[in-house]
């Protein structure tokens, strides 16, 4: 079946510009997952929904970051006025309900800002 | 603080080697853990995972072993091959609080031919 998928793959982007990256879960998966991952690091949390709304956004590191679900489905988290340290890996995951059950992840977003 | 962390940053092992892999955690209300692998330019793949009311768990080639008393996790994989080359990361899942994951740093793992 089809695993989680996010676009673009890549995203080159100048200073002060905004960005939107999309993920698309597992279908059926409730829970969904956005993590950061800079260059040789491991994976910083960012923002967790159940459904469409977000319980846990204690992640997101400024006011510049959003994000938000449809349809229970598809999320979109957004960079606003993008800064040259928001250059990293974003990865989107889902799990069936809860962080308490597999989380499967997509390949991720690598956004560079210039 | 609380965190998840890893004793070696690499590991090189030879071909049809047992390599080890630790981890060690600082919370002692995680009750969930998950070891997950990732090759160059992919998203985390999970392993295995163990949950604290065991000690020990097996999979294909790989066992991951918790020892409560020090707060210590390891992966072993056993008879490892060039595609085992990868970074492995522990995380932890706790009882309470927000539903995520807290990732370790990850080892980079070397298969040598």
């Known amino acids: 079946g089809a695993g989680v998928s996010q676009s673009p793959s890549n995203k080159v982007t100048e200073k002060g510009k905004d960005v939107e990256l999309r993920c698309d879960p597992i279908?059926?998966?409730?829970?969904l997952y956005w993590y950061r991952q800079s260059l040789g690091q491991g994976l910083e949390f960012l923002i967790y929904f159940q459904g469409n709304s977000a319980p846990d956004k204690s992640g997101l590191p400024s006011d510049r970051f959003s994000a938000e679900r449809t349809g229970g489905s598809v999320s979109t988290l957004t960079i606003q006025r993008t800064q040259q340290e928001d250059s990293a890996v974003y990865l989107c995951?889902?799990?069936?309900?809860?962080?308490?059950?597999?989380?499967?992840f997509g390949p991720g977003t690598r956004l560079l800002v210039l | 603080g609380e965190s998840v962390g890893l004793h070696l940053p690499t590991l090189s092992v030879q071909e049809g080697d047992n390599s080890i892999i630790n981890c060690a955690y600082s919370?002692?209300?995680?009750?969930?853990f998950i070891w997950y692998k990732q090759e160059s330019g992919k998203g985390p793949q999970f392993i295995i995972d163990i949950r604290s009311n065991m000690d020990k768990r097996q999979g294909q080639r790989v066992t991951v072993l918790l020892n409560k008393t020090v707060k210590h996790l390891s992966l072993q994989i056993a008879a490892t091959q060039p595609g085992d080359s990868a970074v492995y990361f522990c995380?932890?899942?706790?009882?309470?609080?927000?539903?995520?994951?807290?990732f370790g740093q990850g080892t980079r793992l070397t298969i040598n031919p």
């Open positions: 279908s059926g998966h409730t829970a």
């Open positions: 919370n002692s209300a995680s009750d969930y």
């Open positions: 995951a889902s799990s069936r309900r809860t962080s308490r059950e597999t989380q499967y």
């Open positions: 995380a932890e899942n706790r009882i309470q609080g927000a539903q995520k994951l807290v």
